[in-house]
């Protein structure tokens, strides 16, 4: 790292130094920087040594995402030096990577178009120029280009702009839905950086790979290596609040919330103290809808609030209405005026053509109407998604909701079975947080619709199916699973739909319903038990901790009686929903065994 110092005089070796450091240690170079130009006027020219200060002043300020800053000092860097010189070539290179991250990606590309580099940096500017093309959207193009500059690289010896090129080649498999690739390519691109022992490369490049294995479902891994990379990046002084952000997604998805909401908490303080992370508004709209699905409600709304705020310093209008779209879906407790600013925001969406946030909208608000009980107020939504793909969730969930409705109780069994399919079929696969999110709530609608048909239809199994269905990665066949455990000794099936619990005893081929508890007291007693079990693991025993636990296991028992009692057989428990992770083996009496996707879990 660079020894922070004030530069006495412009010395152009000084001056060198300092750019080079300043992808190392950009915090002390934009302090020795800014100082040494400190003596200058906006109107003042620059002379050689200057200009080259002002170079390094604009790189760090890049690094350390002031934008603006940076690229004020890029220009004034470029006015001062020689046309096709190869420090002007890299000042265009440096100032083309700024303008890109404002969005002003065509002049950016004229620029680099424009320019006349030698053979030693004809590398470099294609390699940039593949980066703008990608930002624009042309991934073809961009891959490339990224090709052209690794055989570039290669043939100059530069590792560096080898390691970079790789990078590039990654991003573009990651956004070509191929993140095997992608991740062999960025780990060959580590392999580089931890050669040539650049630390802060060495973190971006750990966190390119933890992301890459969270798009291909390794999520342990991905958490593991972007938890690693945003605490790298804070040691060094650097933004780190978008890793962290992507640590907070592999968090959520793995089903870990209350980690997960933490470490939002310190990202969102980064990102709120300083101009860091302006082009993470979509992923903080996304993290919000999750963290409150998770309880993290406080949290959740503060996301929200910086997306908002970020949205609006890029002029991005349409996209706060997304930002209000998930806030209204994350509401705890959504009323008919939560149901009728869905429906209003429906209309507001397709007319500015963000047909997708429309449906969700719809979608959202056909869901709460049939929580409300007030079907009727959604028609026109329900038409809509009436008309999506047939084999989509969204439509499957409609039509068994009209069925429904209509009395035709066989045709919603159907489409409620199918709809399940479809959305645990969806939930197997590796996801972005946005449509796991989505899927979820899609499944708590579906388990609604199909718990009320099997109310209608008297008809217990129905709910045993269901509950199964939910453990199912893959499409669900009722008949199978019924084969299966219909002859057990007994099993219990709690079905959550996220509003209310069904309980059904199947025991000798007969399926009963149970009086079902109130649903917020089993999560809180729950939640306060696994509480109890965790603080008992992270710290030294204390002599009242058998006794707390016992009294926590009891009040939840005192809810749901079936866990009393001895037995020679042990009970099989299927539990749908959120409450599947709850510890339920350590609150019963009795012997307990969890179904959990296609096998028996021992307590």
Not at 279 to 305: I, K, P, Y
Request: glycine share 6%.
């Amino acid at each position: 790292m660079c020894q922070s110092r004030r530069i006495e005089s412009l010395d152009i070796d000084d001056a060198r130094e300092l750019v080079i450091g300043a992808d190392d240690d950009p915090a002390s170079v934009r302090e020795m920087a800014a100082a040494a130009l400190a003596h200058l006027d906006d109107s003042d020219v620059l002379d050689e040594a200057e200009a080259i200060v002002a170079w390094a002043l604009g790189l760090a300020l890049r690094h350390l995402r002031e934008l603006d800053a940076a690229r004020s000092w890029l220009d004034r860097a470029l006015s001062a030096l020689a046309p096709g010189s190869d420090d002007h070539t890299q000042v265009t290179l440096t100032l083309t990577g700024t303008m890109a991250y404002l969005g002003e990606l065509a002049e950016a590309e004229q620029r680099l178009r424009d320019a006349e580099p030698s053979a030693a940096l004809a590398g470099r500017v294609t390699f940039q120029l593949a980066a703008v093309t990608e930002r624009v959207g042309r991934v073809d193009e961009a891959a490339a280009g990224y090709h052209d500059a690794l055989a570039q690289f290669r043939r100059s010896g530069d590792r560096l702009g080898e390691a970079h090129a790789l990078s590039g080649i990654g991003l573009v498999e990651l956004e070509s839905d191929q993140p095997s690739a992608a991740r062999t390519s960025f780990g060959a691109a580590l392999e580089i950086y931890r050669e040539l022992d650049l630390e802060m490369l060495i973190a971006t490049g750990t966190h390119n790979v933890g992301l890459a294995a969270m798009r291909s479902g390794d999520l342990v891994r991905a958490s593991e290596l972007l938890g690693e990379s945003a605490r790298e990046l804070d040691r060094l002084g650097q933004p780190f609040a978008e890793t962290a952000l992507d640590h907070v997604e592999s968090l959520l998805l793995l089903g870990r919330p209350d980690e997960a909401a933490e470490r939002a908490t310190r990202a969102l303080e980064s990102i709120q103290s300083s101009s860091a992370s302006t082009d993470r508004a979509e992923m903080l709209t996304a993290l919000g809808l999750a963290l409150a699905r998770g309880g993290a409600h406080d949290v959740a709304q503060r996301a929200f609030a910086t997306a908002d705020q970020l949205f609006l310093d890029q002029d991005r209008g349409p996209w706060r209405s997304v930002v209000n779209l998930r806030r209204l879906q994350s509401e705890a407790a959504p009323d008919r005026s939560t149901l009728e600013s869905l429906l209003t925001l429906s209309t507001a969406l397709r007319s500015t053509g963000m047909e997708t946030a429309a449906i969700d909208s719809d979608a959202a608000a056909v869901d709460i109407a049939d929580r409300l009980g007030a079907v009727h107020l959604v028609e026109g939504a329900v038409t809509r998604l009436l008309e999506l793909d047939v084999d989509d969730p969204r439509r499957l969930h409609a039509e068994a909701l009209r069925a429904l409705v209509e009395g035709d109780l066989q045709s919603a069994r159907r489409s409620a079975r199918s709809a399940l399919s479809a959305v645990t079929g969806r939930l197997g696969e590796p996801l972005t947080l946005d449509l796991k999110s989505a899927l979820l709530a899609q499944r708590d609608g579906v388990i609604r619709v199909g718990l009320e048909t099997a109310r209608h239809l008297d008809d217990p199994s129905m709910v045993v199916e269901l509950v199964l269905a939910t453990q199912h990665a893959s499409s669900f066949d009722p008949e199978t699973a019924d084969r299966r455990w219909r002859n057990a000794n007994e099993l219990i099936a709690v079905a959550d739909d996220g509003a209310r619990l069904a309980l059904v005893r199947s025991c000798d081929d007969r399926a009963e319903f149970l009086d079902a508890p109130d649903r917020g007291a089993v999560v809180e007693a729950l939640a306060h038990h696994a509480f109890l079990l965790s603080d008992t693991i992270i710290r030294p025993p204390g002599p009242d901790d058998a006794g707390r636990l016992d009294r926590s296991a009891a009040a939840i028992r005192t809810l749901a009686p079936w866990l009393e009692g001895p037995s020679e057989e042990p009970l099989l428990l299927v539990v749908s929903g959120d409450l599947a992770r709850a510890p339920w083996t350590s609150v019963s009496t009795r012997s307990i065994r969890l179904v959990t996707s296609t096998h028996v879990q021992d307590p």
